[in-house]
């Protein structure tokens, strides 16, 4: 896989001033094609979201439960289709963190009747660069988020606790190699560690029997 280089001043300016059209044209079709509570990947919408996205440029990276991801160059465009979706806050938080180990870039946020929509720098899977990826890696970010187990010994472990600290109570924690990605310079970046739902306020792990996690891929 190669890795983008990173977007210009230029790029982010003219992909910032369409989000309104992206987000405003998915609703749209959200509203002729409404979501439920399957993956994306099984949703109706999905065929109509692609050919709109690839007609202005943009492709499908992947997809989870709650999301889809669509990049050109250097940006992706998350796209939040569903309402029980955490990630608009988690963008949020990123936006107010920026600079943090860990912490994605993000560039915009805006929030449509059907949908919210980021943008933000491109990230990458941590199984196309493995050697990214110390052992162990996601055993500890378990320990920080679903125990509490500290002190943080690096600036991502504290990262890592000021999330926990900050979404202890009103959402799950889901750590995988889905949600922990890479950089452009193949640091380890939180993208989505939280949602919401039915079991939000469950304390357990993404390794505890019965716990769905849905890992929001950002590959080719």
């Not at 920026?98 to 941590?126: E, N, S, W």
């Not at 187990?149 to 999330?163: F, R, V």
Request: one cysteine or more.
């Amino acid at each position: 896989m190669i890795v983008q280089p990173a977007p210009t001043n230029d790029n982010i300016y003219s992909a910032t001033l369409y989000l309104e059209h992206c987000g405003s044209s998915i609703s749209s079709i959200l509203d002729r094609f409404p979501v439920t509570g399957e993956y994306i990947a099984d949703q109706v919408a999905l065929p109509y979201l692609d050919m709109f996205m690839n007609y202005e440029g943009w492709d499908r990276a992947g997809s989870g439960y709650f999301s889809a991801v669509y990049v050109r160059g250097g940006l992706a465009i998350k796209v939040g289709l569903k309402t029980e979706d955490s990630g608009a806050v988690y963008a949020a938080w990123c936006r107010a963190n920026q600079g943090r180990a860990g912490v994605p870039v993000i560039h915009a946020i805006d929030k449509f009747t059907k949908c919210y929509v980021v943008l933000m720098d491109r990230c990458y899977p941590v199984k196309a660069f493995p050697q990214s990826m110390p052992q162990g890696a996601i055993d500890r970010m378990d320990d920080i988020l679903y125990d509490g187990q500290g002190p943080a010994l690096t600036p991502l472990e504290d990262t890592l606790t000021d999330i926990r600290s900050f979404f202890l109570g009103i959402a799950c924690f889901d750590i995988s190699d889905g949600n922990v990605m890479l950089d452009r310079n193949l640091n380890m970046v939180i993208t989505d560690p939280v949602s919401y739902g039915s079991a939000s306020l469950d304390d357990v792990r993404s390794d505890d029997e019965g716990f769905s996690s849905y890992p929001m891929e950002m590959a080719d």
